[in-house]
């Protein structure tokens, strides 16, 4: 491109009134500064928007729609951009001052190129490292063992990103990023940052699915099978590991489900999990299966 790529940074936010502050100072104070943020506000009760005023400028915008998870606060502002990549960015993570400059240095050298994935790390809420990526191999290739990055690195060619929404069903909520991954890695190479330019910082209000009903966390994994399972890009995609991706989402399920003192529930997706494929028995999350389901029995 003659032009300096624009970034649409677009940040969904629901209730982060609290939160959301240091997220778009991380923002602002890029090194790379062809950029225009769009916030998303998913139905806010709090003060979100009373918060968000003072940063907004030219290339800060704000736009406030109906609560309907993530999914479509992400599908909206992809719709609202103007830019060449738009970013998905989670509104409590941060981004350090070269992170776009870091997306930008990988287009220029590879070209208008469909995904990028960002460097990242995990922190808790004292700054201690708990996880930091590592691209040793390209980062698609495992996507069918697990969910290999999350939201907030990921930046995508807007072009592309029209063409493959986020899926809106409510019920996916908290597996629809995965989703979507499975499905851009099945037409897509992902071009990688080994430089961590993104943190997520874990605390106990991280947007994740509480297990409040079961059956709703239920809904969510096995939607997840139906959505990725009947995707005949993702299935060729994953060709002989389907069964084994299969697999470790019902023995993901099982464990969650014994984690919450679901015990007869975590059974029968155990059993799933084996007849989906027998392998699941030297899983590391087979054993946690058990400690957890024997804790629970002794307890």
Known sequence: MSHPVLISIIVPTYNRAHLISPTIESILAQTYTNFELIIVDDGSTDDTEAVIQK???????????NNEERAAARNYGTKKAKGDYVNWFDSDDMMSPDNLQEA????????MV????????????????????NFDR????????????ANSPVIVRRDIALANPFNEDRELSGSEDYELWLRLASKYPFFTSEKRTVTYILHDERSTVVMSDPDQFIRRYTKFIHYTTSDPGVVAFLGKNKNYFVMKTYLLLAVDLVLNNCKLLGCKYLLKAFFTSPKVIFERGFYAFIKHFLRHIIS
């Open 104 to 111: 930008a240095n990988n287009i220029a050298k590879n070209g």
């Open 138 to 149: 390209p980062v698609h290739l495992d996507m069918y063992i697990a969910n290999q990055v």
């Open 114 to 133: 469909e995904v990028i994935i960002q460097g990242f790390q995990y922190i808790d809420g004292a700054g201690k490292l708990i996880h930091e990526s």
């Open 55 to 65: 940063y907004l400028s030219e290339k800060v915008f704000y736009f406030k729609k």
